[in-house]
């Protein structure tokens, strides 16, 4: 049991470090096996010999450094076949997931149930996705796509940053399409990755037909990422002609993309006018109240404890990142569990930061100064000088709570920084600016905004 929830957090992080399709190709099905106390080497084990040798060549690093993350008594690591009938993974189970189970009894794991026809995974349903101010709108349009299949929304283009949901939420109409309408309505999802591979391999066998066969005979396409096909003219023109004959016929078609159709450069104009030509909705980022019930949902259905002091802090800190929030939720609930011991501060500091990326990059004021100011579109100058303009109160008290927050700058140093303010105001400030991102979600979509411009430069 403690190798299981050991390894599940760090699989957690895994996932974070690699590609989503790399990881579901070599990652999820890996355990491990055993840790040998007096060596500290640990045994991880695969599936087959190739995923053994592909994942040793390629992951060793990340797998040995996340390892040793959790329980510094590892020292290496090494690798074996293990079939998997011979050590069923344990997996989470859901309530959720278990309404859906027709035989309850004998519980598959849940990767061995992804539903070969239609893609789909079950593990995503509606009722674990929890509802907010960020995501209601594209919640209502799924509910009255799945009302009325093809009718309604066509299509429906759903957009928003990573680790938002959009993933779960197509996900999860696909499989509540799939109960309501059982057979008389058949549903495809695919990411826009394997859309693309599917067009260049049937161009390349000479098999368009069954390339057509096969996305035009469905009556729900979903494609995730679509922003991904952008620039790619064969499979743009593919997916354009697959579209048109899907949406004459009234079939339904549901797409997410990280960002509007319109911010998709490279997006052919005849594919951007039929998304704009149906409905578009966007996932943003979940405020403090939400990033709350986020969490407090996953602790019970994980039936862990945990104070409530933790869960706020986290809440608070996370909030980019609906991926990363159940991220550090599952290292601190491994390491109270797995160390037997409360997690300290500075524990808790450093499991954030690492989730977070917070710290990957060496950010200066003189960057935060500047972004601040471009996104309110004012002078640096103003923010820096003793300007008293009424505009620049707002970006300024922004400005002292980032570098306190990122950069954990001293009070009086930051109020050098900013119009040689006393370290009073920045104290002022910076609680007032804290305080704020509790209750006001413009401010707190603002912040993230200047920090994600931050992180990309
Ligand atoms: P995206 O596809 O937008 O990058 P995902 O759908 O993969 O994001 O979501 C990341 C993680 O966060 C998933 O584990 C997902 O289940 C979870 N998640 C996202 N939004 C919600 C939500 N509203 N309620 C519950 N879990 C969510
Ligand atoms: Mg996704």
Known sequence: MQHHELWQAVLGEIELQISKPNFLTWMKHSQLIEKKEESGVALVGLPNNF???????????????????????????????VHQNTAPIKEVVSASDKKHDDSPNTPLPLELKIDPKSNLNPKYDLSSFIVGSSNELAYAAIQAVIKDVGKKYNPLFVYGGVGLGKTHLLQAAGNEISHIYKRSVSVLYVTSEKFLNDVVSSIRNKRMEDMKKKYR???????DDIQFIGGKATTEQEFFHTFNA????????????????????????????????????????????????????????????????????????????????????????????????????KKLDEIINETTHVSSRNITAQEVIKSVADFFEVPVNDLINRSRKKEIVEPRQIAMYLLRDMLKLSYP????????????????????????????????QKIILIKERLFKT
């Open 51 to 81: 995923a053994k040798e592909w994942v040793k060549n390629r992951y060793h690093k990340i797998i040995l450094g996340s390892l040793r993350n959790f329980d510094s008594s590892i020292k290496n690591v090494t690798y074996a076949v």
């Open 217 to 223: 005979d469905v009556d729900v396409l979903i494609i």
């Open 246 to 345: 899907l949406y004459e016929h009234n079939k339904q078609i549901i797409l997410s993309s990280d960002r509007a159709p319109s911010a998709i450069p490279t997006l052919e104009e005849r594919l951007r006018s039929r998304f704009e030509g149906g409905m578009i909705v966007d996932i943003a980022y979940p405020d403090y109240e939400m990033r709350l019930a986020i969490l407090k949902t996953k602790i019970q259905n994980q039936r862990v404890i945990m104070d409530e002091k933790t869960i706020e802090y986290i809440a608070s800190k996370v909030q980019r990142n609906i991926r990363e929030l159940e991220g550090v939720l599952n290292k601190v609930v491994f390491y109270t569990q797995y160390k037997d011991s409360l997690i300290d501060q």
């Open 413 to 444: 140093h930051i109020g050098e920084k900013l119009g040689k303010r006393d370290h009073t105001t920045v104290i002022h400030a910076c609680e007032k600016i804290s305080k704020d991102i509790m209750q006001n979600s413009p401010l707190n």
